[in-house]
């Protein structure tokens, strides 16, 4: 049944969504519940959203099925949690927003830039040596873009990490009754 | 959520009146936090607490006067205060509640909370915090209890403002007794102990994330009905949600409405009375014969408010193979954890059963009950041939601890509330002891703490003068290895008056270690000797439990020889103005039989030294299968080896 660690080589990606109430602290009790579980999270976000009782994590992660329901009870469990979907990837809009520092110089700089424009992302640093490039999108997009930036060296990469939604009117707060409290 | 208009967009005008975050309550009546605090705990019908003060809690215990409507019993280690209310919480059915400082304090408080998680005891711990300037600051006695208690609590709170004081610990104490109790942590700040406030009674509860389901789906029970009436060899699994929800009653209703043989965890030991018999007595690792054999052989494995721990099944792939599984348990999260049920029915387990037993009762109106004829010849001809038996003669003349534990359970009252410590005498106790009635074996399951078992046994006498008058005596099961670990509890159970009974089953030895060392270590007897009951003249005897207790005040009394022993529990029986502590000196080489190797699959069930029933197909209900006495050779398991080795020393 258990099957752990719970992320291996060939697990499917999985994009959890989940709602907790905004208090200190809410963030070290989920990070604990995967990490003794040993699920590797590939990327993790935390924000506001539009209610201020409210924060939204994004994870997402290569797991196995069962772990990943097991995981989601236990996530459950937690009282600030409020709410939590495995979002489906045809069924939500996933975008994450990266900065990539690739080195160019006047040889090679308008080879880049031309990859730029094609990927229509933005430069927002220039320097002699090296260009810093803003770019935002799905992972399939960015994954591409990497690929095509990295025979020419890059410096230094940050992802925020994916953040997502479904797509349509309705919200995931909608039916979650407000936490009123915002400290422990 | 409404989008807005254009115009309502870019309009001068504000929506709404936006709130002010910050509510100025002057309603009730203006005190500190401190007195807010135990004036909740008042409020919540609070009537006996445990713990140990100290400077980061002084504000609270000030507070706590002559006529303060709780009773506060000071102990002499905060394991002990946490051990005492669990002990207090399983006797009674209500949550268990500490007061204890901050730092060492808290610290000491994390063995308990950790085991009164796992075995889902609902408990408050209240811990003093250094104020909220210094947090974080490495103060005198700072430590992060709430980040240190994170994974082994239900939930926890940091309390900073006074005025949040009683909705937390109503909050608390809600979280810790509803849907799968459990621990909850509250660390209050000097700050809000010291800060003004204003009380008012009830407290509104905020919990949006929180909302436990009691009450089951209607299509599952139909499903689960429609499995009782296809399966020929149901049994039904007990475990200790079954005990939390109290559904003993439901229990032997659906056993006995089935006809199907109730197997029961450590914690379930006397949810139906074992002169029931329906009751195999307790499954897996140490289990009876019967219970681990029905459990591999049943069709149909009911598990009721059981988590399918691996001293249950053994090695999981291999445990009841051929079963259909029925789940019922109020934490979802249980339900498909360790194995995947055929019907999944969330809910509290007494709420359930009725549903349940409803369910049944209106298909065998129309259709009968199944016969289970066959399944109980072949159950029976297994209580026949494999009753739980022990040599009551030893090698080198001191007591046997069984007959020790049989010869307590002989002469207690029928009312007798059993606490135990940890290892092999733990396992004697919840195999040798007829429990009539449930609420009344308190144990150390899924953590396993050694040292559990004497303040617990306190917990449980209070809960015992508080709930009924005192007339159920406390009968305490110790290892002398168990009782060293919170052996200064003496005091508390002298001055605090909770004349527990204490029988110290002193094999001078670590003995349940002791016993895998012999059977898997190569009797490489590597640190389990303590030293405390060896006969032998030039080895120290330390120490002298029967001065230990004199030291405290306490009766004390040596048992040697089975008359002595009788002498003793008798005498003891009578004494009930203090606690009473029996030093029985009992066979160190002495096993717990039946056993299942940890790891192995249940059917390598080891009866006795060379005896593996299960192995040998024994099934039949000629009950003249003759082969299942002779040891195996065909099986590479470690125990027949070693067993069959110390067979030859322990049997004569
Ligand atoms: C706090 C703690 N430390 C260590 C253990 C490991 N352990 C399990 S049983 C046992 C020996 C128990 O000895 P004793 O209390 O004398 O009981 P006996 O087995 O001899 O009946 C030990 C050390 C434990 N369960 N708990």
Sequence with gaps: MAIYPASTPHSERHTLSVLVENRPGVLARIAGLFARRAFNINSLSVSPTERPDISRVTVTADVEQVPLEQIIKQLNKLLHVLKIVDLDNTDAVERELVLIKVAANETNRSDVLEIVRLFRVRVVDVHPESLTIEATGAEGKIDALLGLLHDYGIIELVRSGAVAVTRGPHALSEKVVGSEIRGR | ?652
């Excluded at chain 2, 711990?125 to 980040?147: K, L, R």
């Excluded at chain 2, 994974?151 to 809600?174: C, F, G, M, N, W």
């Excluded at chain 2, 006809?259 to 030991?269: C, E, N, W």
């Design chain 2, 1 to 652: 959520m409404v989008s807005p208009t254009p115009l309502q967009a870019f309009s001068a005008v504000p929506k709404a009146p936006t709130k002010t975050s910050k509510q100025t309550l002057v309603d009730g009546e203006k005190m500190t936090g401190a007195q807010a605090l135990i004036r909740t705990l008042e409020d919540l019908g609070v009537q006996d607490v445990f713990g140990i003060p100290g400077g980061a809690i002084l504000p609270v215990y000030h507070q706590i006067h002559d006529d303060t409507k709780f009773r506060f019993v000071l102990m002499r280690h905060e394991q002990g205060a946490g051990h005492a209310a669990e002990g207090y919480a399983v006797a009674t059915g209500r949550v268990g509640v500490c007061i204890v400082t901050s730092g060492p304090g808290a610290t000491n408080m994390v063995t308990p909370i950790a085991d009164a998680n796992m075995d889902s005891v609902p408990l408050v711990v209240i811990s003093g915090q250094v104020g909220i300037d210094s947090i974080g600051t490495d103060a005198f006695q700072e430590a992060d209890t709430v980040g240190i208690t994170y994974p082994v609590v239900k939930h926890s709170y940091l309390v900073t403002d006074a005025q949040d004081i009683p909705r937390v610990l109503a909050e608390a104490h809600y979280i810790a007794r509803s849907g799968r109790p459990g621990p909850v942590v509250v660390d209050v700040s000097k700050t809000a102990q010291v800060g003004e406030m204003y009380y008012s009674w009830p407290q509104k509860m905020i919990l949006p994330g929180y909302n436990p389901t009691t009450k089951p789906h209607g299509h599952v029970l139909r499903e689960a009905a429609k499995l009782f009436e296809q399966s020929y060899r149901p049994v039904l699994y007990v475990g200790g949600g079954a005990m939390r929800s109290n559904a003993g009653a439901q229990v032997k209703e659906l056993a006995d409405l089935t006809d199907s043989p109730i197997v029961t965890t450590l914690p379930a030991r006397g949810i139906v009375p074992d002169s029931d018999p329906k009751v195999l007595g307790m499954l897996g690792m140490h289990g009876t014969l019967a219970a681990t054999a029905a459990t591999q052989k049943c069709d149909l494995l009911v598990a009721i408010g059981a988590r399918f721990d691996d001293r249950v099944t053994g090695k999981m792939d291999a445990f009841a193979p051929a079963a259909r599984v029925i789940h019922i348990d109020i934490d979802p999260a249980e339900i498909g954890k360790r194995r995947q049920p055929d019907v999944p029915i969330v809910g509290d387990v007494a709420e359930v059963l009725d549903a349940l037993n409803a369910e049944i009762k209106r298909g065998q109106a129309i259709r009968g009950a199944t016969n289970l004829k066959p399944w109980w010849n072949l159950i029976n001809s297994w209580r026949e041939k494999y009753p739980m038996k022990y040599d009551e003669a030893t090698p080198d003349g001191t007591l046997s601890p069984q007959w020790v534990v049989e010869e307590l359970s002989r002469q207690a009252a029928p009312s007798t509330i059993w606490v135990s410590g940890v290892g092999q005498h733990q396992m004697w106790a919840s195999q040798l002891i007829d429990f009539e009635n449930p609420h009344s074996w308190i144990s150390s399951g899924g953590l396993g703490t050694m040292g559990f078992g004497l303040p617990a046994a306190i917990g449980a006498r209070v809960g015992s003068s508080r709930d009924f008058g005192g007339k159920k005596p406390v009968w305490l099961i110790d290892g002398d290895g168990s009782f060293q670990m919170t052996s200064e509890e003496l005091a508390a159970a002298f001055i605090d008056n909770a004349p527990v009974k204490i029988a110290i089953l002193n094999n001078s030895v670590y003995g349940m270690v002791r016993q895998w060392q012999t059977l898997f270590y190569d009797k490489h007897y590597s640190q389990t000797s303590i030293r405390d009951g060896e006969n032998t003249e030039d080895i120290i005897n330390v120490p002298d439990f029967v001065k230990l207790a004199e030291a405290y005040s306490c009766v004390g009394i040596r048992a040697t020889t089975q008359d002595e022993a009788k002498a003793a529990i008798k005498r003891a029986n009578e004494i009930n103005d203090r606690p009473v502590l029996i030093d029985f000196r009992v066979y160190k080489d002495a096993m717990v039989w039946p056993m299942v190797a940890a790891g192995q699959s249940n059917d390598t069930v080891t009866y006795k030294p060379g005896v593996q029933p299960l192995l040998h197909n024994d099934t039949s209900d000629s009950g003249s299968d003759s082969s299942a006495d002779e040891p195996q050779t065909d099986t590479d398991n470690a125990i027949v080896a070693a067993g069959a080795a110390s067979t030859a020393q322990s049997e004569k």
